[in-house]
T-cell receptor, first 109, second 116 residues
């Protein structure tokens, strides 16, 4: 059973702050790690993915991966109210993705 | 690019009825995925296809669920007979290849199913 653990939240941060979203996974064979954002009532959409240990930056978003610790995180800098959503962590298996239940983020204006 | 298309967007049915959900993947994509999302269990993979062939259906909850992909541009997920516990949002997603090789999955808008 491949498990993906995320703090369900809600995580509340003030506008302009850094939001830190964390994810741990059980499958050591996972090679790629995807972060999806899902607005209420909408479908998941990809924010970014990472496959190498370390940091990967894309605009206000930074993904961090530590395969030895089986840990992946997403940092959102200068958080905006429009970032309020559920963030899903998805490590890859051999042929598909395994989604966590997500962390609900609320950015307070 | 029209994205992944799903129909219907909403479905309300009575217990025991047959339900058919439809999906048209993005043109040129070779993999198609069916997911179910509930508050309690999150996003669960039900089945996925590659080049129209089912690769893994281990997520299909029971024999009441079946999925087909007769061609590269169409897939169906059928529930017969439906039960109230099947109420959920069903998403279809497609990708160029297999997600294990860093392929992004693009999700359709989902079908909200309510079984009374």
């Amino acid at each position: 059973q491949k498990e993906v653990e995320q703090n369900s939240g809600p995580l509340s941060v003030p506008e302009g702050a850094i939001a830190s979203l964390n994810c741990t996974y059980s499958d050591r064979g996972s090679q790629s790690f995807f972060w999806y954002r899902q607005y209420s009532g909408k479908s998941p959409e990809l924010i970014m993915f990472i496959y190498s240990n370390g940091d990967k930056e894309d605009g206000r978003f930074t993904a961090q991966l530590n395969k030895a610790s089986q840990y992946v995180s997403l940092l959102i800098r200068d958080s905006q109210p429009s970032d309020s959503a559920t963030y899903l962590c998805a490590p890859s298996g051999a042929n598909n993705l395994f989604f966590g239940t997500g962390t609900r983020l609320t950015v307070i204006p | 690019d029209a994205g992944v298309i799903q129909s219907p967007r909403h479905e309300v049915t009575e217990m025991g009825q047959e339900v058919t959900l439809r999906c048209k993947p993005i043109s040129g994509h070779n993999s198609l995925f069916w997911y179910r999302q509930t508050m309690m269990r999150g996003l669960e993979l039900l089945i996925y296809f590659n080049n129209n062939v089912p690769i893994d259906d281990s997520g299909m909850p029971e024999d009441r669920f079946s999925a087909k992909m007769p061609n590269a541009s169409f897939s169906t997920l059928k529930i017969q007979p439906s039960e109230p516990r099947d109420s959920a949002v069903y998403f279809c997603a497609s990708s160029l290849g297999l997600a294990g090789v860093q392929e992004t999955q693009y999700f359709g808008p989902g079908t909200r199913l309510l079984v009374l």
